[in-house]
């Protein structure tokens, strides 16, 4: 009988651990970037988090994914380098072509089909192709940025999304990081299949009440990750696409 209860007890403490073994697991699959501030982020949010980029193919998927091309608005069109840092933005309504690389803030600028050279301009007009990036890519591959570098992340529980269904909520705030740190989001994630589905803007961190509150769906496969696109407002990104390869000129050539 000894024999059998000690048996019964070893399988059940086996069990016991085995959730906590899982999420050290996913959390290590997902590390979190340099500066993202865990000794404030409560421990159930960074969870959530990890949880949202395992439903969005992994970590592993996404670091492996090289280009990603999409229209903003309908007034940009951009494609963003992942592995090289560098950003080709063409600006519809101004006839503008900003070719950055980000790791050194350096790049050319086309106007009208005439080059920046003078370089206190140039230098103005790359700093507002990063912030263009930093806003447009925000809005494509936000779920993919939770545990960034100045991200707090709190869990907030469950609430309801404006078209129905239930959710865990997390609240993203920033400090010293990206071009507007004062922003906070809401973050809606389905219980079912761990994917966002909304998204809640406020301007300011001490707002209560959102600025804006957005759909975040209509989730499609590209390459090795799902991204959503063509959302039901009719609003952010489109044409998205994902690829492996593609010209060097597009990042040096106008």
Do not use: H
């Amino acid at each position: 009988m000894q024999r059998l209860f000690t048996s019964l007890l070893l399988v059940c403490l086996a069990f016991a651990c085995q959730p906590q073994k899982e999420d050290a697991e996913t959390q290590s699959e997902n590390a979190a970037a340099e500066g993202f501030n865990v000794d404030y982020s409560d421990p159930a949010a960074i969870e959530l988090a990890d949880s949202v980029m395992k439903a969005q193919g992994g970590r592993k998927a996404w670091d492996e994914t090289r280009f990603i091309s999409w229209n903003f608005f309908g007034r940009r069109n951009l494609v963003w380098d992942k592995e090289q840092a560098r950003v080709r933005i063409e600006s519809l309504p101004d006839s503008t072509i900003y070719l950055l690389d980000m790791k050194t803030g350096t790049g050319r600028v086309r106007i009208k089909g005439i080059e920046l050279t003078e370089a206190d301009t140039l230098n103005t007009m790359l700093k507002r192709a990063e912030r263009i990036w930093i806003n447009d890519s925000y809005w494509l591959v936000m779920p993919f940025k939770l545990k960034d570098s100045g991200v707090t992340l709190k869990y907030l529980g469950e609430d309801t999304l404006v078209t129905g269904g239930f959710c865990n909520v997390l609240q993203l705030t920033f400090e010293n990081v990206g071009t507007t740190p004062e922003n906070k989001y809401k973050v809606f994630v389905d219980r079912k299949d761990n994917l966002v589905k909304q998204w809640a803007y406020f301007e300011k961190a001490s707002q209560d009440t959102a600025s804006a509150i957005w759909p975040f769906d209509n989730y499609k496969r590209y390459g090795k990750i799902l991204l959503s696109a063509d959302r039901s407002d009719g609003r952010g990104p489109k044409d998205v696409r994902v690829d492996q390869s593609l010209p060097e000129t597009l990042f040096t050539e106008f």
